[in-house]
């Protein structure tokens, strides 16, 4: 299956590349990421235009989000309900609802691109749930622009080699996203143990 | 009672996340720096041609110069998009793993000149 698509890469040019990144910020399960690769890849070697793909990789991304966000405006709590069905999609709707929650736009920004499945299930649920447009267009476009610039620059830089693009991209992203969630626990645990030695303090 | 204690006591389940979340950091580190390690091989940067390839992809991977396989393969100049490797054996009309094998012996042939 990813040969056909590969394949498909060089003939549709960047239509497939805008194409696939919509699609993949509407939850549909396509090779955004792999597609963006092989595009940089071909681009480095002269068989595509470096600054057509990426702006249509932008594109698309950014067109699929705002349709995530209008379609969960439009739905509201019942394609929240609907979407809730199933127990796995549940699961993501409830962490992207707390997430856009709790941290509002920055939240928005790293579902783009470093906790990329969340991505539009936050569209869905930030449209859902009322969540500002103003507050969502900006920190939306800067992640979507992130997550082009890591792929299609992978792609890039790692042309003809394909497998090691995709390799080295899963685990720069993995290093990424794992240590940004041990920072995040290290300075809640911080916090917890000046909350506790304040705590003992005032009870002394 | 140091630091760790007090947390092992009275939050274990956030010392807990936070050791299996560095752990899972260490285990990306880990496979980023063999992968990288791997990849850097040079017998790791000649990919095999396949068909979704292009002819200017394959002379990258294995770096030689695009027109130098376009001669040895005596590719056609093409209007529109960069045909792929698939497309060309069918311009042919010759099987795919055939015309492959011989852009694999071109591009071997070319690399061993330089």
Not at chain 1, 65 to 89: K, N, S, T, Y
Not at chain 1, 158 to 175: K, R, T, Y
Not at chain 2, 68 to 92: F, K, M, Q, V
Request: glycine share 10%; aromatic share 10%.
């Amino acid at each position: 299956m990813t040969e056909t698509v590969l394949a498909l890469v060089p003939v549709w040019g960047v239509w497939l590349v805008g194409l696939t990144t919509f699609l993949s910020c509407l939850a549909l399960p396509v090779p955004a990421s792999l597609i963006m690769l092989a595009a940089g890849g071909f681009a480095a070697v002269g068989d595509m235009a470096l600054p057509a793909v990426a702006a249509a990789a932008a594109a698309g991304a950014v067109a699929g989000d705002h349709a995530g966000f209008a379609l969960g405006r439009v739905g509201g709590p019942r394609l929240m309900a609907w979407l809730e069905r199933r127990p796995r999609r549940a699961r993501l709707v409830g962490r992207a609802v707390a997430e856009l929650h709790a941290r509002g736009g920055l939240a928005v920004y790293l579902s783009r691109w470093l906790f990329s499945p969340l991505g539009p299930w936050v569209n869905f649920a930030a449209g859902a749930t009322g969540f500002p447009w103003r507050r969502f267009a900006l920190p939306e476009a800067l992640g979507e622009v992130t997550w082009v610039a890591i792929y299609v620059g992978l792609g890039w830089v790692f042309a003809g080699n394909l497998e090691a693009a995709a390799d080295l991209a899963g685990s720069v992203l993995g290093l990424l996203a794992a240590g940004a969630v041990t920072l995040g626990l290290g300075l809640w645990l911080r916090l917890l143990l000046r909350q506790g030695r304040q705590r003992s303090r005032r009870s002394a | 009672m140091t630091a760790l204690a007090r947390l092992w006591r009275n939050h274990r389940l956030a010392l807990l996340a936070f050791l299996a979340a560095a752990a899972l950091t260490l285990f990306f580190a880990v496979r980023l720096i063999v992968s990288t390690v791997y990849w850097m091989q040079p017998e790791q940067q000649d990919r095999a041609p396949e068909g979704w390839m292009t002819p200017g992809y394959v002379a990258r991977s294995w770096d030689v110069p695009r027109d130098a396989l376009r001669d040895a393969l005596a590719l056609p100049e093409t209007a529109g998009h960069p045909p792929t490797l698939a497309e060309i054996a069918r311009g042919r009309d010759q099987p795919l793993p055939e015309f492959l094998d011989e852009v694999a012996a071109a591009l071997a042939g070319l690399a061993a000149e330089k």
